[in-house]
């Protein structure tokens, strides 16, 4: 299949530890914000979300940390597996569009 | 499977011509997206459409246009096509939040 992300920054974690993937976004505005995984030959597969009156949310095995002070997002994965290995995309929300950031790309060593 | 599908996954134009790209979702909501995503980068957004009415437009010239049909299935047309245009197109239908297709890959030779 087709390669995302060619030239994205790369996490490298071994398998069964925790990764954390950051985001910095750019509208004060945005009152919604979604985390993305990305296959090679997919499209963006929907993690979890959270909106802008909340600071953290939690899912199974994955965790979004909102601070809002200085507009930073990240994506906490526990005991990561082989198959979270993919491109990760934050995005934000501010009326009719998302605002995706540039992406991270995730290796998972077995 | 999101339940949205997206038609052709790949095809190949010549710059100059023209390409309409298609979506259409099982659940049939009323609003669609249509995001371009080069390689290497993120998605970037081209316009929405609400009850068959364009609601929204990003930094994409009118030679990209689009369609919702009251089926809510939609089109993406892109007339007079560059090399710049090759890259992956994704629809988004939209609900609580926002669910992506395949996408289409385009090349333009």
């Known amino acids: 299949g087709e390669s995302v992300g060619l030239h994205l920054p790369t996490l490298s974690v071994q398998e069964g530890d925790n990764s954390i993937i950051n985001c910095a976004y750019s509208n004060s505005a945005s009152d919604y914000f979604i985390w993305y995984k990305q296959e090679s030959g997919k499209g963006p597969q929907f993690i979890i979300d959270i909106r802008s009156n909340m600071d953290k949310r939690q899912g199974q095995r994955v965790t979004v940390l909102l601070n809002k002070t200085v507009k930073h997002l990240s994506l906490q994965i526990a005991a990561t597996q082989p198959g979270d290995s993919a491109v990760y995309f934050c995005a934000e929300n501010a ?10 790309r995730l290796m998972v060593k077995p | 499977e999101t339940g949205v599908t997206q038609s052709p996954t790949h ?16 659940s049939g909501h009323n609003t669609v997206s249509w995001y ?22 990003g930094n994409f010239p009118p030679r990209f246009s689009g369609l919702q049909f009251p089926n809510y299935s939609s089109e993406l047309n892109v007339n007079a096509l560059e090399l710049d245009d090759s890259a992956l197109y994704l629809c988004a239908t939209i609900n609580r939040s926002y669910t992506f297709g395949s996408g289409t890959r385009l090349t333009v030779v």
Do not use: D, W
Not at chain 2, 14 to 26: A, K, W
């Open chain 2, 36 to 57: 371009q995503q080069a390689l290497g980068q993120g998605p970037q957004f081209i316009f929405q459409y609400y009850r068959e009415e364009e609601n929204g437009r």
């Open chain 2, 11 to 26: 095809l190949i134009k010549t710059r100059g011509q023209q390409v309409t790209l298609r979506c259409s979702s099982q």
């Open chain 1, 95 to 104: 009326g009719n569009m998302l605002t995706f950031g540039g992406g991270t």
